[in-house]
């Protein structure tokens, strides 16, 4: 079964950091591009970014937001995307999702479940 | 805030036909990039409705259709069933911010 599992969320203070994990399986890993979307409490779903395969450059793209706070990462040995999240503010507080794309070219046709970060001092 | 506008809201009474419209710009739907359609159900996450403009995936019923036209995209919904009442989302590409977006969202009520 193809499976996308989120952890790490959790409450932190302005200006604090947090790592999200996904932990992935019933596809090949390596071979995906992975992303992180993000919905507030009551609000629509919003990009985070994006990392690449390493076959096609590893590279990472960001949504503005986020960009120079944020640092997505992956270690394919252990089928895992990681979400490295610094500066929080309390706008980032959301559901964060681990998503991907396995069947249908570019839609993210596989979603974990989420995890929910809350930034509040 | 989102490049790609929905409705807030659009409701119809079981068996009738909606449609959610997604409008956006010539630097993402206008530039030819494929949208793609998710349903999310009350406490759930995002699942993929339609993806490259007018495609189903597997399980996906067919009262579910998608279409494109210059810069904007649409999701009709025949024979309207209780269990649609949900959010609806469209999603494309944006050059100019070099990232996915997606719309503002459309909550489905069924009268």
């Known amino acids: 079964e193809v499976q996308l599992v989120e952890s790490g969320g959790g409450l932190v203070k302005p200006g604090g950091s947090l790592r999200l994990s996904c932990a992935a399986s019933g596809f090949t890993f390596s071979n995906a591009w992975m992303s992180w979307v993000r919905q507030a409490p009551g609000k629509g779903l919003e990009w985070v970014g994006r990392i690449k395969s390493k076959t096609d450059g590893g590279t990472t793209d960001y949504a503005a937001p986020v960009k120079g706070r944020f640092t997505i990462s992956r270690d394919d040995s252990k089928n895992t995307l990681y979400l490295q999240m610094n500066s929080l503010k309390t706008e980032d507080t959301a559901v964060y999702y681990c998503?991907?794309?396995?069947?249908?070219?570019?839609?993210?046709?596989?979603w974990g479940q989420g995890t929910m970060v809350t930034v509040s001092s | 805030q989102s490049v790609l506008t929905q409705p807030p809201s659009v409701s119809g009474a079981p068996g009738q036909r909606v449609t959610i419209s997604c409008t956006g710009s010539s630097s993402n739907i206008g530039a030819g990039y494929d949208v793609h359609w998710y349903q999310q159900l009350p406490g759930t996450a995002p699942k993929l409705l339609i993806y490259?403009?007018?495609n189903r995936p597997s399980g996906v019923p067919d009262r579910f259709s998608g279409s494109k036209s210059g810069t904007s995209a649409s999701l009709a919904i025949t024979g309207l069933q209780a269990e649609d009442e949900a959010d609806y989302y469209c999603q494309s590409y944006d050059s100019s911010l070099s990232g996915k977006v997606f719309g503002t969202g459309t909550k489905v009520t069924v009268l």
């Open positions: 998503v991907t794309t396995v069947n249908t070219f570019d839609a993210f046709d596989i």
């Open positions: 490259g403009n007018s």
